[in-house]
């Protein structure tokens, strides 16, 4: 079960946080920053995998933004790894080349994506028509 | 649909038995997913649906775990899978990854097997990183079942172990936890070692501690490594680990082996390596590891060559003024101390450190300074309090207390308040100075272990919770609690605790399950004698032995015949493996897990508690029938009592009704044909005969329409109880009498007004006092505007008590004019006693348990009995028929009951009978009908 899945740039900056276990807020930026930290100070040839007190944090680079997810054990490591390269293709695919600014300030929107992609938890949906589906009949409803 | 996985998956994995048949479904999907039938839009890097896939292996693993038929249907699809995901990318490794998972989870098959090896081979090879990690994850799996896997790979792990990233070196060292044997633990226990060394992190320190000291435990090739492990550990691990290690080291120690001379000298290493640390100055040491010390050095210096206990006694006399010792580890210390100073009466270090701690601001360490003092000066004492090497000697801890039974019925004569529990107390906000502060708590924790104990309340766990680590708290505390035992020891202490803990548990899931006391059939057979001679016996005697056992002794409270079996089963499976992994220490393998040698002790050690109970308090009752003829025969008498006594009760009141009415009716038939005499009125529920109406004898003929009157009225209230009519009073004209009906929401009165003249009365009025206590629904007052000659009026009033009572009169009078006479008036009254308003509450033990833990109220009082209503069923069955208590549940010698006061007053009823006493505790939410309604018990007591 994916516990939390956060976006932070290397300044520690977090651009995106959601939790699908409860963490008190206060905890949250402590996690937050500490989470970074420990993904910082990793190497390129490192394991993308890291043990993280009782659980595990996945985490890819994207340039200077920095995508974790702390899952539990139940998870296959390599899945949740390749999960975070798939939300990636979606916001590219939404956003067409995505950068920083983009989730910065369609915050909103990436959220509805993510939403749509991981559901308590658990991943349900990895189809990127599918996925995108109801942020573009959204927009359609926007723009008219 | 991917959605809907992750709901199956969570339920199959509960209960995969009730999934089984959707198999079949799962394996088509997976196989068109896998044979690309789904459109392309769901392929990610041309594999088709790959998270879909994973979840779907997941689900196959759960179903086809140790199921070979419904694994049959899977081998396809799983050799598809395989094949499929040729490796190109990221993803068909993770596929893999779950395939090899449930390949290796489900009934096994050679030629998967045999594949999926493969496959991790590639995984384990790949220069990728994370793929390496993967491989090694699948690989320690994969070694539970097929260890020579590990041969093969075992370069590899080699490699990995030097690797630098931490969590590659921390999977491998996890594979080599898996695959560890007596040969290899030193190697693998030394590089668990090492990365515990450079690892900060918490929770790894935890894990990994935990692992050395169960694979140091398990497979040690020696004492001196053994000891040298530990030492390792408890340093490194300190105070967070996990503090069933220090325990279990300290039980191992203490418990030791077949071999006698081993553990002589595991315990003199013990001490002389201890010794040397302590040498090491300005060491720092964890406040566990300290403990553990101080603890063996306490118990085992005698070891050493004589003249050395002053040695060890400066040593810890050192550690003792340290400051940075915590006064936990100094309790600890303090115990050593005492222990020793037996070996050295006149060591002036012990007498300086008596001075010190006498006036110390520490109360704990200034109690057990005065402790100290006061043994040393009575030699022969403390050899019997602290006998040396009888630490694992079973103690026979008296958990409920019930010594203290004797002080507190005592007390209570002598007219001290009844114990009330904190809340209570706070509830109240009374001053209670009489209330001596001892006995407060110790009856607290009686009090509260025997009820979270015995009846299966709701909110079980959280109380239970609390009192164990209060429990647990004073035996960390004071780990040498000299007033409380002979042999005192933190490792005792804790044990002491284990076994309540365990009792209490057992008891709780098996006898008071959701459905109330299990063992209902049982007492069943017992009633029954003809049908089942051989059985019975057998279960009556040891009923008896298990209800003689509860009386004296509530710990064994919880140990019901059946549990008596099942543990001797357990310890007769488990001694085996305990003894074979002791002697695993010295270098035999075992595959036997470190948590079912723990469990064996527990259980063993529970085991000769229950005999030493046994002999202690039912010397002559054994389970296995070398019984004494006549004790036998008159137990048996006992049981069968009970026996009926507890069927009937646990059938419920529609029997038992039934029972008494039939009983009543031929005694009934019998009295009348004696002789034509009046019925006395009987008593109001003496021997139930409110159950038939039986009319007073008519004696004058214009009666005759007032009973049929009475008889009409009474047979449309048939279905209600009710009492006999009374006179109430009467004139030559008019007469008032009544009937009380005991309605399940009221006491209904019903007033009949006789007109026996010939002449017309008019405008008849009734009129009711109103008192304070009772709370009439309708008006008061009533009034005929006309009677005519020779009829039969009926009132009637519902009555609710508003204050509880134990009898009080209810008044009123009537008022009526003959023909222009002035009014006459006639005063009645009739007496309303408690028990008119109390009525059964039929509720289950649950809600029994949550109702007692809501009130606040209560009232305790031991009740002397005779001999031959001292049985349980024998005293619920008289509360039940005269006080029309609802029988919640019984267990063995105690039993609950309840009942409401009308309107809506519930009360609470535990009650437990043992020698010659009848112990009643009431609770209600109303502070004054607890005392009202013992007073009633007693009575109704004291009358059968």
């Not at chain 2, 081993?262 to 201890?274: F, H, P, T």
């Amino acid at each position: 079960m994916i516990k939390f899945f956060l976006m932070v740039n290397k300044q520690g900056q977090t651009r995106l946080s959601r939790y699908y276990e409860h963490v008190e807020i206060n905890k949250r930026t402590i996690l937050e920053a500490d989470v970074i930290k420990t993904c910082l100070s990793r190497s390129k040839e490192q394991c993308s995998f890291i043990e993280y007190k009782d659980f595990k944090l996945i985490y890819r680079q994207y340039a200077a933004l920095f995508i974790v997810v702390g899952i539990n054990e139940t998870e296959n490591e390599m899945a949740v790894y390749e999960f975070i390269h798939n939300f990636v293709e979606v916001l590219d695919m939404y956003f067409s080349r995505v950068s920083e600014l983009d989730i910065m300030f369609n915050l909103d929107k990436v959220h509805i994506i993510l939403d749509e992609m991981v559901l308590n938890g658990c991943i349900v949906e990895t189809n990127k028509a599918r996925i995108l589906a109801p942020l573009l009949i959204l927009d359609k409803m926007a723009e008219s | 649909m991917a959605a809907s996985l992750h709901i199956y998956l969570r339920m199959i994995k509960e209960n995969p038995s009730a999934y089984k048949d959707l198999t079949g479904s799962f394996v088509t999907i997976l196989k068109q997913i896998v044979g690309g039938k789904l459109p392309v839009d769901f392929n990610y890097h041309s594999v088709p649906a790959p998270w879909l896939q994973i979840q779907l292996l997941r689900i196959l693993g759960l179903l086809g775990k140790d199921d070979p038929r419904t694994s049959e249907l899977t081998y396809d699809v799983l050799d598809e899978s395989l094949r499929r995901a040729e490796l190109s990318h990221n993803i068909t490794y993770a596929i893999l990854f779950e395939c090899v998972h449930t390949i290796y989870t489900i009934y096994p098959k050679p030629e998967l097997l045999e594949k999926a090896a493969r496959c991790i081979g590639k995984f384990v090879l790949s220069p990728k990183i994370n793929l390496k990690y993967l491989g090694l994850k699948a690989l320690t799996y994969v070694i539970q079942q097929d260890p020579n896997l590990a041969l093969q790979h075992q370069m590899t792990i080699i490699e990995c172990l030097d690797h630098p990233d931490p969590i590659i070196k921390r999977e491998t060292l996890e594979l080599l936890y898996r695959i560890t044997n007596a040969q290899n633990v030193s190697v693998i226990v030394q590089k668990m070692l090492e990365y515990l060394h450079q690892s900060k992190e918490e929770y790894i320190i935890i894990s990994l501690v935990g692992k050395i000291a169960e694979l140091a435990e398990k497979y040690a090739p020696d004492n001196e490594w053994f000891i040298q492990t530990m030492n390792a550990v408890f340093s490194v691990g300190g105070d967070v680990m996990h503090p069933d290690i220090p325990n279990n080291f300290l039980r191992l120690l203490a418990e030791g082996f077949d071999d006698e001379n081993e553990d002589k000298q595991l315990r003199l290493y013990a001490v002389q390596s201890y010794l040397s640390l302590l040498e090491i100055e300005n060491a720092f040491y964890p406040q566990r590891f300290l403990q553990v010390m101080s603890w063996v050095l306490g118990e085992y210096s005698y070891l050493l060559d004589k003249g050395t206990p002053e040695i060890v006694i400066t040593k810890l006399y050192g550690l003792l003024m340290n400051k940075s010792t915590t006064s936990e580890t100094k309790a600890w210390i303090m115990a050593a101390v005492t222990k020793l100073t037996l070996q050295a009466p006149s060591s002036k270090t012990v007498e300086k450190l008596i001075q010190e701690f006498s006036v110390s601001l520490d109360t704990c360490m200034r109690q057990h300074a005065f402790e100290l003092k006061h043994l040393r000066e009575n030699v022969e004492l403390m050899k019997n309090l602290l006998p040396i090497d009888k630490s694992c000697e079973d103690l026979v801890v008296d958990a409920s207390l019930s010594f203290l039974d004797g002080f507190v019925a005592e007390g209570l004569d002598q007219g001290a308040a009844p114990y009330k529990p904190h809340h209570q107390r706070q509830e109240e906000k009374l001053s209670q100075g009489k209330v001596t502060s001892v006995w407060c708590a110790t009856m607290d924790v009686y009090l509260y272990f025997r009820f979270t104990a015995v009846l299966n309340f709701e909110p079980y766990g959280l109380s239970f919770s609390s009192t164990m680590s209060s429990s647990g708290c004073t035996g960390r505390q004071s780990p040498a609690g000299i007033s409380l035992s002979s042999d005192v020891s933190g490792n005792s202490a804790e044990t002491g605790q284990k076994e309540i803990n365990s009792l209490k548990l057992e008891g709780v899931k098996k006898l008071w399950g959701k459905e109330g006391y299990l063992p209902k059939k049982e007492n069943k057979a017992g009633n029954n004698p003809e049908l089942q001679p051989v059985a019975q016996d057998s279960t009556l005697v040891e009923n008896v032995d298990h209800m003689m056992l509860k009386k004296d002794q509530p710990q064994a409270l919880h140990h019901s015949e059946e549990e008596a079996e099942k543990q001797r089963l357990a310890s007769s499976l488990f001694v085996g493996l305990g003894s074979e992994s002791a002697v695993s220490l010295l270098g035999k393998t075992d595959t036997v897990s470190h948590k079912f040698r723990r469990k064996s002790k527990v259980n063993g050690t529970k085991n000769r508690e229950v005999t030493i109970a046994h002999n202690i308090n039912c010397s002559s009752f054994n389970p296995l029938s070398n019984v004494p003829y006549e004790n036998n025969d008159h137990l048996n008498n006992i049981q069968n009592k009970g026996g009926t006594g507890l069927k009937k009760c646990s059938l419920g009141s529609e029997v038992l009704e039934s029972d008494l009415k039939s009983e009543s009716l031929a005694e009934l038939h019998l009295v009348e044909n004696l002789s034509a005499c009046n019925l006395s009125p009987p008593s109001l529920f003496e021997d139930n005969s409110m159950e038939i109406f039986h009319p007073p004898h008519p004696t004058l003929s214009s009666f005759a329409n007032e009973i049929s009157l009475t008889s009409s009225l009474l047979e449309e209230l048939n279905e209600h109880v009710h009492s006999d009519v009374v006179e109430l009073c009467n004139n030559e004209i008019l007469k008032v009498s009544s009937c009380k009906i005991w309605r399940d929401d009221c006491l209904l009165l019903v007033w009949l007004v006789a007109n026996k003249s010939s002449l017309e009365l008019k405008s008849m009025n009734l009129e009711i006092t109103p008192t304070e206590n009772f709370k009439i629904l309708e008006h008061p007052g009533f009034c005929f505007p006309i009677i005519e000659a020779e009829s039969t009026k009926s009132i009637q009033h519902h009555v609710h008590m508003e204050k509880p009572f134990t009898e009080e009169g209810l008044s009123g009078y009537i008022k009526y004019q003959v023909e222009e006479d002035p009014y006459i008036q006639l005063d009645f009254s009739v007496t309303l006693s408690l028990l008119d308003f109390i009525r059964p509450m039929k509720i289950c033990t649950e809600d029994f348990g949550k109702l007692w833990l809501s009130f606040a109220n209560d009232v305790k009082q031991n009740v002397k009995v005779s001999d031959s209503q001292a049985n349980l069923p024998f005293a619920l069955k008289t509360l039940q028929q005269k006080l029309r208590l609802h029988i919640v549940d019984i267990i063995g010698n105690e039993g609950i009951l309840a009942c409401y006061l009308l309107p809506s007053v519930p009360c609470l009823l535990h009650l437990r009978a043992h020698e010659g006493m009848v112990a009643l505790w009431f609770r209600s939410s109303c502070s004054s009908l607890p005392d009202y309604l013992l007073y009633q018990c007693q009575k109704v007591m004291e009358e059968s």
